[in-house]
């Protein structure tokens, strides 16, 4: 039973380009959260996903982000036009449920460097 | 406004020595208290603490949370080298999660 899987480990993008990072929740999760931690500090929440809905994007910046979590495949962070304060590890979490005492697993993150 | 605030910021002890981390928290509608540790590059789930006063123990680690005061407590004891990596605690449901800053536990020989 594989855990939080994300890809790729390490993205290497220049400036104006856009990343995409993917993340495979645990097998039988249907909620998804991505975080993203800057050099020196804790982690911080981004957006948190169900299968097709976004539920709270309160802490995804307006302009150039977006997360997606379809109905197949995997949920998607997409950052437009990259800028070099981009540069950053996301992590993305996987649980079961989205309500209360919920357990959740975390994915290895992606690195992300913009050059 | 949240607020999640871990203590120390950063600890050195010596292998065998046992250590408290901090975290208070201020928090509207909480939940539950979670603690993880970073491994490497992702945070392993340690405990999530919902009742006061209940202690969770695995191995050298144990928790407790007091909901009176507001605050959690991860103690290790018998610390080894291998402990040495950030500690961070998070509170409320993972829609609002909100994480602390993190101790930064560092085990010398």
């Known amino acids: 039973n594989a855990g939080v899987m994300q890809n790729p480990r390490h993205l290497v993008r220049r400036r104006g380009q856009e990343a995409r990072l993917r993340c495979s929740p645990v097998?039988?999760?249907?909620?998804v959260y991505w975080y993203r931690q800057l050099p020196e500090e804790g982690l911080k929440f981004m957006v948190y996903?169900?299968?097709?809905?976004?539920?709270?994007e309160s802490g995804m910046p307006k302009e150039r982000f977006s997360a997606e979590f379809p109905k197949e495949g995997p949920s998607i962070l997409r950052i437009q036009q990259v800028v070099r304060g981009d540069s950053a590890a996301y992590f993305c979490?996987?649980?079961?449920?989205?309500?209360?005492?919920?357990?959740?697993?975390f994915g290895q993150g992606t690195r992300l460097t913009v050059v | 406004e949240d607020k999640v605030v871990q203590s120390p910021l950063s600890l050195v002890v010596h292998e065998g020595d046992t250590v408290t981390l901090n975290c208070s928290y201020e928090?509207?509608?909480?939940?539950?208290l979670l603690w993880y540790k970073q491994e490497k590059k992702a945070p392993t789930f340690l405990f999530m603490l919902t009742s006061s006063g209940i202690e969770k123990k695995s191995g050298r680690l144990s928790s407790i949370l007091d909901k009176k005061e507001l605050f959690s407590i991860l103690n290790i004891t018998a610390t080894q080298t291998g402990d040495s990596t950030i500690y961070l605690c998070a509170v409320e449901p993972l829609r609002d999660m909100r994480f602390g800053a993190g101790t930064r536990l560092t085990v010398k020989p």
């Open positions: 928090v509207t509608n909480f939940r539950s």
């Open positions: 979490a996987s649980s079961l449920a989205g309500g209360m005492n919920t357990e959740a697993f």
């Open positions: 097998k039988g999760h249907s909620h």
């Open positions: 996903l169900q299968k097709e809905n976004i539920i709270d």
